[in-house]
């Protein structure tokens, strides 16, 4: 059975590892260039596929040069590719990022393509139906809708990945049991100061279960409408940051089909989003569930150690 599918972007990404980043119209040799699958819907699947979750990506690719990478790639990860509808004569959604070795962070310049919307098929909504988490990430954002819509009609879960102030979110975002923003979405959003007063604002306005507001290198905070929960960042050697935060949200949808609380939740998604990061490539440095169990005690959070014997 498909526990975790998806709605929303997969992009074609080439990562180029820089020095520095480079002056405006100059030159500059990169240290590395690598092909990898992005997007925060689609890597999200990979995360809980590559830690035990049976996931499906349901979307539109093309079937250019981008369009069959992505499609390999997702199956390379064991993400069924069932529920993808492929289109000739389209051009898919890229992207170009740059890694700088010296600040550890990233910079992305992206082409959406022009592939045709999603329109949800008859399987593709049954897929949602029995599925536990739909994963969405305002992308394909009618499809998304009525997806989500399905979705609280057969008790399947919604996880929403508000990292973008895309046009129309309002509509989605009522929509969400697990609400998980970036610190920069919640502020812009609510108008707030503080990410705690962004939290409350947030569960106020939209009424999910739980909303996570993730901080990068600071961890984060949960709040479940009674008390502000802050789960830490753990330590990691940063090489490759591009696509924690989407391997954050997957970790999430895994964490929760096991039935863990949010809060666990939130401590098991950190510490897979760090050890991410200690490798190149957003789906390639994802861990599998022992090394993160592993990680974790190592980091003092004993309480994991006995998912090993399960």
Known sequence: MIKVVGIGANVYDTLYTVSSYPKEDTKMRAESAVESGGGPCATGLVAASKLGAESAYIGVLSDDAGGQFLKADLERYKVSTDYVDVKSGYASFSSCIWLGKESTSRTCVFNKGNLPPLSLSGKQKQAIADAKVLMVDGNELESAIEGARIAKDNGTAVLYDAGGLYSGVERLLPLADILIPSEEFSLAHTDSKTAEEAAKKLFQMYSPKVVVITQGKKGGLMYDGKEIKIYPATPAIVIDSNGAGDVFHGAFAFAFTKGYDYYKCC????????????????????PYFEDTIKYLKECGFDEFEKELEK
């Open 267 to 286: 401590l098991f998604s950190s510490a897979v989003s760090a050890l991410k990061c200690t490798k190149l490539g957003a789906r390639a440095g994802v």
